[in-house]
Structures are given as structure tokens and as C-alpha cells.
């Protein structure tokens, strides 16, 4: 990804055919304690999430912007020193706003570590 904090998590991109997974590996630059994911990017995996998600899904409606409203995170169990991905579901587009859920997870994706909820403001 060409997004400078995308890549400070080191970022990689898995193509999907509803929406890419993001995949962030276990560095230094996203230690939070001690054998443990920092919270924050776990966060900011979400968000890149979402927006991947939005963007593949506006682009067969030709393109747009998208700005954030807010963001509800849920954080559900500790991210360990292991490679984590994420993926965004899009539960709404419309011409104005769009409502974008991201899932985070390790080892299962039915057994996420942390889950949000955006709302964006798009502008086509």
C-alpha cells in the first residue's frame, strides 16, 4: 500500500472478490506490551479495513472520496506476536454516507481479536 501508516504496519494486501484482507505482521513498530499488539494498531488495521472495503466497493459505481464520521472499536481479546489480518464489510452505500463494519483476527476469523464500526462521508 502507497499510505505511509499503512506501511509503518507494514501492510500487505490479500485481493478479494467482495473486499481485500489486510494483512499486518508482528514487528516492533506495532508492540504494544510486552508479546502483545498495540492497541492502536490494531485500530488503524481496522480502519485501512474499511477503507479498502469502500473504495473496492465504489469503484463500480465510479469512484469517490470517503472521509471518516466515527468509529466504534471493540477489542476482544489481546493480539499476539503472530500476523494479523482484517477485512471490511460494507452494510450500506449510499450516495452520502456509507456504514462499513472490519473484523481482526489471528488464527480464525471466527474468532476475532477486535471489530469495528464506521460510518463515512462520501463524496463522488
Not at 9 to 22: D, F, I, K
Not at 36 to 57: D, R
Amino acid at each position: 500500500m502507497s499510505i505511509p501508516y499503512a506501511e509503518l504496519l507494514g501492510l500487505s494486501v490479500e485481493p478479494g472478490e467482495v473486499a481485500p484482507t489486510l494483512v499486518m505482521p508482528f514487528a516492533d513498530a506495532v508492540l504494544g506490551r510486552p508479546g502483545f499488539l498495540h492497541g492502536g494498531a490494531i485500530g488503524g488495521l481496522l480502519e485501512m479495513a474499511a477503507v479498502a472495503a469502500l473504495h473496492q466497493a465504489l469503484e463500480s459505481e465510479g469512484g469517490g472520496k470517503v472521509k471518516p464520521i466515527n468509529l466504534t472499536l471493540d477489542y476482544m481479546r489481546g493480539g499476539r506476536d503472530k500476523p494479523t489480518r482484517a477485512r471490511g464489510t460494507v452494510t450500506r452505500l449510499g450516495k452520502r454516507v456509507a456504514n462499513v463494519e472490519a473484523v481482526a483476527w489471528q488464527d480464525e476469523p471466527d474468532r476475532p481479536i477486535a471489530a469495528a464500526r464506521m460510518n463515512y462521508l462520501i463524496v463522488r
